[in-house]
């Protein structure tokens, strides 16, 4: 396993906490994802043989939100 810190732009509420999260955590590969507000930020445990942080950044943005 691999971690990663993703920064995150667009997330104005703990709703969006929690879209985020859901979607990294059903996102094939990933074992664990954590999601904070302030600063915007996900980390995210994952299998490198499974999937990669550029896929992990597009399964933010496709959520609607901005992925650094
Ligand atoms: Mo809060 Mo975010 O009402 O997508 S859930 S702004």
Known sequence: MEDVTIPVSGMTCGGCV??????????PGVAEAEVSLQPGEARVRY??????PR??????EAAGYTAG
């Open 18 to 27: 929690a879209s985020v999260r859901r979607v990294l955590s059903a996102a």
């Open 47 to 52: 299998d490198p043989a499974a999937t990669t």
């Open 55 to 60: 896929a992990l950044r597009a399964a933010i």
